[in-house]
């Protein structure tokens, strides 16, 4: 494993940049475009069901997950974790697992920004714009650390700000404060009971891949904790704000969406948000709007690149991945990891040659199975992580930051992750991806037991301790 004394990343995060990075990391196409389609498949009750208990999960992942990156603050976090605690090649296969998710991701993201210039150059084809914003966040990802946070922050803080003036006005419209062009004060009428499952409880399960995929990003709080100032006090401090506010954002716009629309008419291509600011009036809603939610894409797909590049590259320090992704430009960026995960994401430049909509559902259900196996890795680590600190003589109260019921959390999270998994093969539409992803996940781990642990066992790599680290 990686040494104190090997190329170190800046630690030059502050505690504003990390809760915002990780913020601004979920707050993007999962709200902006994908809880309409959510809706729209699961039902007003359905969308509620998913996302609370996706909340759920979320909370149990990220507690875990505070854990063990308070006690071990490194960047690649949840990889590493899941080397030394679960084995090597379970670490392997999640970092590549997380990998090829995230950066699934940022094409995802490619793809939406690409879609929603569609509204201001409806005859530009959507590949062009899809290439124009690689480029641009390939420029900033290649800036230093402390650049691209505070860049970032800007970004999320925008997001912030429309999300909470869409959820007091859509509000307002709900019971009548804010008139809506042609549509009578719809106060909670969509929401009766009888229409609040219109495709039964179990849907719920089946969708719960959008929910998953929603909240993804969170968990760069343990990515950027090798980058971060005082890692065992901002860290903490990030998982605490950072859950409120993601699970209170997204229940709050599923509400009011649901209340002001129909199920039947949210869709996947025009974003909810945009139609009610239009019918509320607000002035030029639709272009404030999409600049809006054009931000928070980009913004999204920024901190998919930024965590891509940097489990890459602690993946490569590692002997995981090849020692050119390693290396660090005299910024202290790891750029040919950067060119990498960049060439990677150009999956979604196959909107030239695929309908748009059908390569965002493909890159999201990709990216999403990722993520729950990456999730389930999480919760595996800090179970075995826990049991090995207490067998050797550790103390829980010397534990900076420690999950609440242990060892009930880790299991109940595993458990959730699985249940969700299990559902999905009896979606025709998502068993494919499904199919794949576990299919990558058992390649990787015969990749490595073949390939690469006879090397890591003869040059010591396994036997690296974590207090070379540890805060």
């Known amino acids: 494993m990686k040494t104190l004394e090997e190329p170190q990343l800046n630690r030059s995060m502050k505690s504003r940049h990390l809760m915002m990075l990780s913020l601004g990391g979920v707050i993007g196409t999962g709200l902006f475009l994908n809880v309409g389609y ?50 090597p090649s379970a670490g392997f296969s999640l970092g590549w697992m997380y990998f090829v998710g995230s950066a699934a991701t940022a094409g995802v ?92 409880i179990a849907i719920v399960f089946i969708t719960m891949m959008n929910v998953i995929f929603s909240y993804q990003g969170s968990e760069l709080v343990g990515i950027a904790a090798g980058e971060t100032e005082n890692p065992e006090k901002n860290i903490p401090k990030a998982i605490r704000t950072i859950l409120f506010r993601i699970v209170v954002f997204y229940i709050a716009s599923i509400v009011v969406l649901s209340a002001i629309f129909p199920s039947a008419e949210l869709g996947l291509m025009q974003s909810p948000f945009v139609t009610l600011m239009e019918l509320a009036g607000v002035p030029y809603a639709a272009g404030i709007m999409n600049f809006v939610i054009l931000t928070a894409i980009l913004s999204v797909g920024n901190s998919c690149l930024y965590a891509s590049t940097r489990l890459l590259w602690s993946m490569a320090n590692d002997g995981m991945a090849p020692a050119l992704f390693g290396r660090l430009t005299k910024r202290r960026v790891p750029l040919n990891a950067l060119i990498f995960t960049m060439a990677f994401s150009l999956l979604s430049l196959l909107t030239s040659v695929m309908e748009a909509d059908a390569v965002f559902v493909l890159l999201m259900s990709i990216a999403a199975i990722a993520v729950t196996i990456s999730w389930m890795g999480i919760a595996t680590s800090q179970l075995l992580f826990r049991k090995r600190y207490l ?81």
């Open 38 to 87: 959510t809706i729209n498949q699961a039902g007003p009750g359905g969308a509620l069901v998913g996302y609370l208990i996706g909340g759920l999960i979320l909370y149990m992942v990220m507690t875990c997950l505070g854990e063990l990156a308070v006690y071990m603050p490194v960047t690649g976090s949840f990889q590493k974790y899941a080397s030394r605690y679960i084995s």
């Open 391 to 471: 067998k050797q003589g550790g103390k829980l109260e010397d534990l900076q930051y420690r999950v609440k019921f242990y060892p009930l959390v880790p299991l109940t999270c595993i458990s959730f992750c699985l249940i969700i998994l299990i559902f999905l093969a009896f979606d025709p539409t998502q068993r494919i991806g499904l199919v794949y992803g576990i299919g990558f996940f058992a390649a990787c781990m015969i990749f490595y037991k073949v390939k690469l642990e006879k090397k890591h066992l003869a040059d010591g790599t396994l036997n690296a301790e974590p207090a070379e680290v540890n805060n």
């Open 109 to 200: 993201e490619f793809t939406a920004a690409g879609i929603l210039m569609q509204h201001w150059f409806p005859h530009t084809p959507i590949w062009i714009w899809c290439a124009v914003f690689m480029v641009l966040l390939f420029s900033l990802n290649a800036l230093t650390t402390k650049g691209f946070a505070e860049a970032e922050f800007w970004f999320a803080s925008i997001k912030v700000v429309a999300v909470l003036a869409f959820i007091v006005i859509g509000g307002a419209a709900i019971i009548g404060w804010i008139p809506l062009d042609g549509i009578p004060t719809p106060h909670l009428t969509n929401l009766a009971p009888s229409g609040l499952f219109p495709a039964g």
